[in-house]
């Protein structure tokens, strides 16, 4: 069974800092792209990064370019979003989320496995 857990959200002030890690079992995600998304109350589920594993490849959605930063950590089996410089409109759940490659073109990028999620508040 595959399990994505996300960890590492909490309340943070307006400039602040998080990282957010999303721990992967059942499956071995340098065979896997693997996709943060965020949904804010009332809005659509957006995607934020990507990053194939296998190669290094990254995706960053234009709002959080320069702030945000995906890597990965093969022997943990874990992928990381390390997000800097916190805006209130970054608060949201985050969800990881894992497919075979990463597709920003497609609905929900292409994803077949997705965690839980995991609360990020930025405050003003």
């Known amino acids: 069974e595959v399990q994505l857990v996300e960890s590492g959200g909490g309340l943070v002030q307006a400039g602040g800092s998080l990282r957010l890690s999303c721990a992967a079992s059942g499956l071995t995600l340098d065979d896997y792209a693997v996709c943060w998304f965020r949904q804010a109350p009332g809005k659509e589920r957006e995607g934020v990064s990507c990053i194939s594993t296998s190669d290094g490849s990254t995706y960053y959605t234009d709002s959080v370019k320069g702030r945000f930063t995906i890597t990965s950590d093969n022997a943990e089996n874990t992928v990381y979003l390390q997000m800097n410089s916190l805006k209130p409109e970054d608060t949201a759940v985050y969800y990881c989320?894992?497919?075979?490659?990463?597709?920003?073109?497609?609905?929900?990028?292409?994803?077949?496995?997705w965690g839980k999620g995991t609360l990020v508040t930025a405050s003003s």
């Open positions: 989320a894992v497919g075979v490659w990463f597709a920003p073109l497609l609905p929900d990028y292409g994803m077949d496995y």
